[in-house]
C-alpha cells in the first residue's frame, strides 16, 4: 500500500454522539462508552525468575522486560496463549503481544486469560496499553520500575467486547499496512548506504575515468588499480604520526572548551551536540601540548562499538577530544583532508580495520596499527576531482535518505494517531468490518 492510498483512507467516521471522559488524555468519548480503572479489567501478574542453565535450543520464547530475550529448552511456558508482557524493570512500561504461550521472566508483568474477564479482548488491551506511557511511572515517583499500584489504577476507555474485537481486527488490518510500508523504506535506506559506500569504494580505488590503464595492486581485496597511482601505508601520507587524545578522564564543567569522544562521530559529521561536557581553559591548554585539533584534521574512532567511524574537522572553534579517537593529520603534498577521509570511508579500508582489530571487553585498533594500513594514492589533481565528485553524489543520496527518514517518521506518527483514534473513540470504526473471536 503506498501513503497516497493510506492518506485516502483516513477519512473515518465518527460516533454520533460524545461525552467528556473526565480523563485529560482521553478527551471526548462515545457517549455510550465507559471509563474504568486498569485493575477492574484486568490484572498484572508477575514474571518469574529463569535459571541459565534452562537457556538454550528449545521451542518456547522467553520474554524480558524488551521483548523477546531467547529460548527456553527446559521448563513449561508461564503464560497462556495469546498474552501481553509488560516491562517491570529495565524497560519499564514497554508493552509486547504474543500469539503464542511464552515465559515471562521476572523483570516483566504479564496478562493472559487466566487474568481477564470474558469482556475484554486481549488484543483491544494490547493497543489501549500502548498508548498510556507507563514508563513515566518511574519518572514520576522516582522509584526505578513499574508500580503494579500505578499501572493497576491507570484510567482506561472501556466498551463492549463485540467492539473490542471489531477496533482490534481494524487495528491489525491497517498497521499491517503501514509497517509494510515503513520495512520498504527502511529496506530502501539499507540500499542506499550500500550504494553509498560502493560509490565511494570505486572511486577512491579506480578512479573517474573507466579507461585508465590497470595494474594488479598486489593485495587480494584490493584488486587492480589505475596503472600511474600509488600504495602506500597511510602513516607515510601523513604530516605528524597519528596521535589521540589525552588519557586520563578530565573533570567536566557546565561551560568551557567542548570536550568530544566517539558517540560525537557520527554520520560522517562531529556532532557537537553529543559532547562529553566542557573542560576548562587550562585542562585544554595542557591537553594541546600533546594534541591541539586543527582544521582539516581526521578522525577515526578507534576503540569500542563504533570503531572504524570516521570524521573531518570542519571548523577552527577551539575543542579538545579524548582517547577514543585517533587523528590522522594529512600531509598536503601527498594526500588532501576530503581524499583521505573518503579512503577511510571505503569498503577495503574498514576492511583492514576489521582484519586487525582486538577484542577485550571492547573491539579496538592500536595507532600503530592504523599507520601501517595501505591506502591507494593518486596524483593530487585526481585526488581533488575524486573528492569533488563524490562530495556532489554522496550528498544526493544523503538527501534521498533524510527524506525517507522524514516519511518514515511520519508513518509512524500516523501509525500512533491511528491506534489512539481507534482506540479513544475518536473513529467509529463498526462498518469497516466483522469482529473475529478473542
Known amino acids: 500500500m503506498s501513503e497516497v492510498e493510506i492518506k485516502q483512507e483516513r477519512g473515518w467516521k465518527r460516533y454520533p454522539a460524545y461525552k467528556d471522559s473526565g480523563v ?9 462508552w465507559e471509563v474504568k480503572r486498569l485493575k477492574y479489567i484486568s490484572r498484572l501478574t508477575y514474571g518469574d525468575s529463569l535459571s541459565g542453565d534452562t537457556k538454550g535450543l528449545g521451542d518456547i520464547p522467553v520474554y524480558g522486560s524488551n521483548g523477546l530475550v531467547g529460548i527456553q529448552r527446559a521448563l513449561a511456558p508461564n503464560t497462556f496463549a495469546p498474552c501481553i508482557i509488560i516491562g517491570r524493570k529495565g524497560s519499564c512500561g514497554k508493552i509486547t503481544y504474543s500469539e503464542s504461550c511464552v515465559f515471562a521472566i521476572d523483570t516483566t508483568y504479564f496478562i493472559d486469560a487466566r487474568t481477564v474477564n470474558s469482556s475484554i479482548c486481549l488484543k483491544w488491551l494490547f493497543y489501549v496499553l500502548s498508548l498510556l506511557e507507563l514508563d513515566k511511572s518511574s519518572q514520576d515517583t522516582g522509584v526505578p520500575g513499574l508500580s503494579r499500584e500505578f499501572a493497576h489504577n491507570q484510567l482506561l476507555p472501556w466498551t463492549g467486547l463485540i467492539q473490542q474485537q471489531a477496533i482490534a481486527q481494524f487495528l491489525d488490518r491497517e498497521t499491517v499496512k503501514i509497517d509494510t510500508l515503513i520495512a ?24 573517474l575515468n573507466p579507461d585508465a590503464p590497470m595494474k594488479d595492486s598486489g593485495i587480494e581485496w584490493l584488486g587492480e588499480i589505475p596503472e600511474h597511482w600509488e600504495i602506500m601505508p597511510i602513516k607515510f601520507a601523513l604530516a605528524i604520526p597519528i596521535t589521540d587524545g589525552p588519557h586520563e578522564t578530565p573533570e567536566l564543567h557546565d561551560e568551557g572548551i567542548p570536550f568530544i569522544s566517539a558517540e560525537s562521530i557520527k554520520n560522517d559529521r562531529i556532532d557537537f551536540d553529543k559532547k562529553r561536557g566542557f573542560i576548562s581553559p587550562e585542562e585544554h591548554k595542557r591537553f594541546s601540548r600533546k594534541y591541539k585539533p586543527q582544521y582539516g584534521d581526521v578522525y577515526m574512532v578507534k576503540s569500542g562499538a563504533t570503531t572504524g567511524n570516521v570524521a573531518r574537522v570542519e571548523t577552527e572553534e577551539e575543542f579538545n577530544i579524548w582517547s577514543p579517537l585517533a587523528v590522522l593529520r594529512p600531509d598536503t603534498h601527498i594526500t588532501t583532508t576530503n581524499f583521505l577521509f573518503y579512503a577511510m570511508k571505503s569498503k577495503p579500508f574498514f576492511y583492514s580495520v576489521e582484519l586487525s582489530w582486538s577484542f577485550g571487553t571492547q573491539q579496538n585498533i592500536g595507532m600503530g596499527v592504523i599507520s601501517n594500513i595501505r591506502i591507494v594514492i593518486p596524483p593530487l589533481t585526481e585526488q581533488q576531482a575524486i573528492a569533488q565528485f563524490l562530495d556532489r553524489e554522496t550528498a544526493k543520496i544523503d538527501t534521498l535518505v533524510t527524506k525517507t527518514r522524514i516519511s518514515i517518521d511520519k508513518l509512524k506518527e500516523y501509525r500512533t494517531s491511528l491506534i489512539s483514534a481507534a482506540v479513544t473513540g475518536k473513529i467509529d470504526i463498526r462498518e469497516n468490518l466483522t469482529p473475529s473471536p478473542n
Open 184 to 207: 520498504k523504506k527502511e529496506r530502501l535506506i539499507e540500499l542506499l548506504k550500500e550504494k553509498r559506500t560502493a560509490l565511494i569504494s570505486h572511486a577512491v580505488t579506480k578512479g
Open 24 to 32: 485529560e488524555w482521553l478527551g471526548k468519548i462515545p457517549e455510550h
